[in-house]
């Protein structure tokens, strides 16, 4: 089994920043990249960045792309999400989810999620 733990959600104003991380423990080589997802209530749960461990490729949401950075420390199974420029609409519950085999912008493609964190921007 693999554990993730979210930390680093928050209230900020519209243009601000806040970073996420994502601490995966247990059978973390079973894994073979992470992503973050978000939702908001009564809305599907939504993709927006993922990475492999192995030659740090990414992959993001159109909605995100050069405002959120996806990173991760192989040495620390941590995976982060830098988001900058936030907006209202980036409100949500985050998810950190790890994939043991294609990390892709779908929730099927992951095995393993943590328990959410909440982001709340306001303008």
């Known amino acids: 089994q693999v554990q993730l733990v979210e930390s680093g959600g928050g209230a900020v104003q519209a243009g601000g920043s806040l970073r996420l991380s994502c601490a995966a423990s247990?059978?973390?080589?079973?894994?073979?990249?992470m992503g973050w997802f978000r939702q908001t209530p009564g809305k599907e749960r939504e993709f927006v960045a993922a990475?492999?461990?192995?030659?740090?490729?990414?992959n993001y949401a159109d909605s995100v792309k050069g405002r959120f950075t996806i990173s991760r420390d192989n040495a620390k199974k941590t995976v982060y999400l830098q988001m900058n420029s936030l907006k209202p609409e980036d409100t949500a519950v985050y998810y950190c989810?790890?994939?043991?085999?294609?990390?892709?912008?779908?929730?099927?493609?992951?095995?393993?999620w943590g328990q959410g964190t909440q982001v709340t921007v306001s303008s």
């Open positions: 989810a790890g994939s043991s085999g294609y990390s892709g912008a779908r929730g099927r493609d992951y095995d393993y």
């Open positions: 247990g059978r973390t080589f079973s894994t073979y990249g």
């Open positions: 990475i492999t461990w192995i030659g740090g490729s990414t």
